[in-house]
């Protein structure tokens, strides 16, 4: 008797097509069935009043989808009950898993972190207020279908539609803070900081294995490096709606995040450098050993 296979080589093996997942493997095709299709990153900073919900949301949404995936959330060193209210969410689903470390390090170490871990096909970044709501998701995921690494949730598009928009002092210091960085990193991009954002597995363990910043400046400077490096970027109209307790403080952060896009100026095209030199001496190993 044969060997029980997969049910996605049972699927294709009247086209002869192979299953891309890795990890475990099915012992009639050889490739990989347990890799989960989707990681799910949120970050959370004393999100006790929110998380619980939000986590209920993203999990209901998945599981309809009926796709294998996993969510990580990453405490950047939470004081409240966040990490608790994870934990016992997780005993009931496994698929969700807490990451946590102290002291508090900064949004852009908590999707760094995540990411770097994440096991995806495709990786999801998404705000624990859901702000962006899970199902937008549906949105992004056509670009990825159609050849791109990278789709992000944008909301100056026509077509977005801002349910409840940020105060307008918000709004216009948004605006002239995406023209710095447009002029600066990223052209042609219209919203960097949108907390939406879906990748490739392949391009986001890429990107984000550059990236240094640890604060609210990590959007455009993993968009910086996704342009450096090749990769493709959709801008996507999606709902949005301005959720209360921001963590963003206007005039501190903003002018820490103007710094932070110098400091990328400065830096980056070294480290790029440095990457590409390290690339091509493995190559070049690996030429001699053949």
């Known amino acids: 008797m044969a060997a029980a ?6 699927s294709a093996s009247s086209t002869s097509k192979r299953c891309k997942r890795s990890s475990k ?8 069935i347990d890799r989960p299709h ?4 949120i970050p959370a900073y004393n999100e006790e009043a929110r998380i619980a919900h939000t986590l209920q949301r993203v999990v209901d949404y998945f599981d309809a989808r009926g796709e294998p995936y996993e969510v990580l959330v ?3 060193g939470s004081t409240d009950r966040t990490e608790t209210l994870v934990q016992q969410f997780a005993r009931e689903h496994p698929q969700v898993k807490l990451l946590a470390y102290q002291p508090n390090r900064g949004k852009g170490h908590a999707v760094r972190y ?3 871990r994440a096991q995806g096909e495709q990786v999801l970044f998404s705000d624990a207020d859901l ?3 899970i199902e937008e998701y549906e949105k992004l995921l056509p670009a990825l279908e159609q050849g791109y690494e990278i789709a992000i949730g944008s909301r100056p598009l026509r077509e977005s539609q801002l349910i409840v928009r940020q105060p307008f002092y918000r709004e216009w210091a948004g605006r002239a803070f995406n023209k710095l960085v447009q002029l600066l990193a990223v052209p042609g991009i219209h919203d960097t900081q949108c907390g939406f954002k879906l990748f490739t597995g392949e391009a986001a363990h890429a990107i984000f294995s550059l990236c240094r ?4 400046s990590f959007d455009f400077e993993a968009l910086y490096y996704a342009r450096q490096l090749g990769y493709r970027i959709a801008e996507v109209p999606i709902r949005w709606m ?3 307790g921001s963590k963003v403080k206007l005039l501190r952060d903003g002018l820490r995040m103007v710094r932070d896009l110098l400091w990328l100026r400065l830096t980056a095209p070294w480290r790029l450098a440095l990457v590409r030199m390290k690339s091509d001496a493995e190559r070049g190993e690996a030429k001699r050993r053949l």
């Open 38 to 41: 989707l990681s799910i990153v």
């Open 242 to 244: 301005h959720q209360p």
């Open 25 to 32: 493997r099915c012992r009639r095709c050889s490739v990989a």
């Open 131 to 133: 702000a962006t709501p």
């Open 213 to 216: 910043l640890n604060g609210f």
């Open 5 to 10: 296979g997969c049910s996605r080589c049972a």
């Open 114 to 116: 995540g990411i770097l």
């Open 74 to 76: 990453v405490s950047d």
